[in-house]
């Protein structure tokens, strides 16, 4: 009993510190660590950037890529909930203008907004044209247009890149592989320019010019240029981030409104209120002391799962507050399941501390297989959703994680520290529950 109440003190000043340090010490951290908002909420800030699709074939195709791309660079962990559009005008008039339009909620500076979309590389693989080294070194202003001739192999095609080192001279390389399509089209370039300069260009500059010696039927080929570690490191986190398929041009900005603002967000924080005073109103009723303990076990939750989506961060839009809000009302289902088996031995005559242990026994087995089933479901959600639903599975196994430890960890240690050695009515009846006395 007294190793539990030592623990028990441990957490309490351990959450409390983290409520203090991530929720309420705002004059001090506040700007570090701010919840964030979706565009519903809060709004934001609208880009627009025009795409050249002049020089592919599929431009439907290219722009999707391109949507996919500066999402997954934006919403890496798919709970930033961006607005991304692909916009075509001017079909009538026979020229089409392809547009990516790209709303970042809680964002009010144009520049900080345009930041957050990182560098736009647009990775190509060229031929050298006949004659390019006189032509260099007749005019060292020549473009890449005038040196390389476009191939189909552009960074559409790439499947992933990473730091690699060059095993006799230690020499930071960037090795690269392309995807099914890009692995195909790569053989036959390489097959049928055997002895030709195949240059990698990115951003519009020649990073390598290497020599096509054979065929690479693999899809793997490394980028060289004397790069220094950090300077492998940075291409390598850009390329992964999504070489661009199409080169874009930013084009204009303005600030959105929010659609729902503050009084949805302030009505929504008031029912969660009014919901938890009327949750744990029951819990304490019902389950008496154990009852006392779910919410104190209920409110490190709360705090837990608040300084997560904060150091994550993840975007809070109506939806997700409602869902945080319904997540708080399912995080005592493990807590009630104990309860409920907890009585049961009391009633076959045990004594408190080991009705407890009994109880969590035998309530940890269907505590598992439910929480496992939502995790599994959380991760499919990942797995297969995009851009909000990837958030929602996001929080969804984040709060299935941290209730089952505030349920396991949290009321376990908190209710062995304070069960009786010796039994008595009101001790019994403290830690039945209903309108059952022992």
Sequence with gaps: MRKHAIISLILLVFFGLIGWYFLFNQSVQGARYPFRYG???VGGTELVYTADTSKVDDASGAMETLKEVIERRVNIFGVSEPLVQVERAGLISGNPTNRLIVELPGYKDVEEAKNSLGKTPVLEFRLAKPGFEEIAANNPQ??????????DLTGRYLSRARVEFNPTTGEAVVGIEFNADGKNLFAKITRENKGEVLAIILDGSAISIPIIQDEISDGKAQITGAFTPEEAKDLVRNLNYGALPVPIEFSGSQLIGATLGEAALDAGVRAGLIGFAALSLFLVLWY???GFVS???LVSYI????????LIPVTLSAAGVAGFILSIGMAVDANVLIFERTKEELKNGKNIPNALHEGFHRAWLSIRDSNTSSIITAIVLFWLGTSAVKGFALTLGIGVLVSMFTALTLSRTFLFAI???SDSGFKRFLFSNGFHIK
Aim: net charge neutral.
């Design 142 to 151: 020549a473009t890449v247009d005038e040196l390389f001739a476009p191939t």
């Design 288 to 290: 008496r002391l154990p």
């Design 295 to 297: 919410v104190v076990a």
């Design 419 to 421: 069960a009786p050695k």
């Design 39 to 41: 565009l519903d909420l």
């Design 303 to 310: 705090i837990l799962s608040l300084a997560i989506f904060k």
